[in-house]
């Protein structure tokens, strides 16, 4: 991606992040940290892909390991802001050179996506190509983010892996449920986190990842597109989340739409874990909506408990 995009990209991204915060309410409460309910967010479709309605814990059917659990919570993310259903969002934004696509997209795009995110709490946005950059934007001084901008370097390599798990460290502290955005080729060049590693970091978080993958040829280096969307691909599925793959940059927006109609539309459950097992093995988790016809169910599929 060229400096000139990149800035542009980066403006529209600060405006929004502007609006957005100035735009979400104040005193929101937060998940405490301490909290013993492990948190699942699930989609429920229809056959036709519409978001099934005014479903209760009694609609659930949850098990960890085979085993039915006692659903202690159940909250719709667009019922409102509570501590229940807030939501930290990481975008992160490819500026490798492996990008074939530029990323470009309106003001009013980034402005109308942001703005829309419910109950976001914390929103970061993390520019990577074989290093990232990470910024925490301040409302009081947005001219902050403009300046680092200014100083990224020129793109070079892609470490997706890598920066997907710098993303999920710098939303350690999340108090419930976060997102991860990615905007890329979905072409990982250079990354020293191996896919054990990433699968392993992603269950030790309660986050739904959405890739956009933008249209990609096969590299020089001999990098396959089609594998590099197969991974992104399981990458989403195994947290519950999807991903779009853009025919072209005219359908960024109603991509952005969806994910925003997803994440409203997603139910949280909450339950208490089993304590026996070892700290840190993969808890699978399975949930079914019972009483309404056939539907499909999003979540993700498993999780660690590192305590």
Do not use: W
């Amino acid at each position: 991606m060229t400096r000139p995009l990149l800035l542009r990209l980066a403006l529209a991204l600060a405006a929004g992040l502007a609006a957005a915060r100035a735009s979400a309410p104040q005193g929101v409460p937060v998940f405490s940290a301490e909290t013993s309910l492990v948190n699942v967010a699930v989609a429920v479709e229809d056959g036709h892909g519409r978001p099934v309605e005014g479903l209760t814990a009694r609609d659930f059917v949850l098990a960890e390991d085979g085993h039915r659990q006692k659903i202690e919570m159940c909250v719709r993310m667009g019922a409102g802001a509570t501590r229940s259903t807030s939501l930290d969002v990481a975008l992160l934004v490819d500026t490798s050179d492996s990008m074939l696509e530029t990323l470009r997209r309106s003001q009013d795009v980034a402005v109308r996506f942001l703005m829309s995110l419910p109950n976001a709490q914390d929103i970061i946005v993390v520019f990577f190509d074989q290093a990232q950059r990470l910024e925490h934007f301040d409302r009081e001084h947005p001219e902050a983010l403009f300046e680092r901008v200014r100083t990224l370097p020129e793109g070079g390599n892609t470490a997706l892996r890598d920066a997907i798990v710098f993303s999920l460290r710098a939303l350690a502290s999340s108090n419930g449920r976060s997102a991860l955005v990615l905007l890329t080729d979905g072409i990982d060049t250079v990354s020293t986190t191996e896919p054990a590693a990433l699968d392993k970091a992603v269950e030790s978080h309660a986050v739904t990842v959405y890739p956009v993958a933008y249209p990609a040829s096969p590299a020089e280096d001999g990098h396959d597109p089609q594998q590099a969307l197969k991974e992104l691909d399981r990458l989403a599925r195994v947290t519950g989340g999807r991903l779009f793959k853009l025919p072209n940059e005219a359908a960024l927006p109603g991509v952005l739409d969806e994910i925003v109609a997803d994440l409203r539309a997603q139910y949280v459950l909450g339950f208490a874990p089993d304590s026996a097992g070892a700290p840190g093995r993969l808890r699978k988790i399975s949930v079914k909506v019972a009483g309404h016809g056939k539907v499909v169910v999003r979540h993700r599929v498993g999780y660690r408990l590192l305590r």
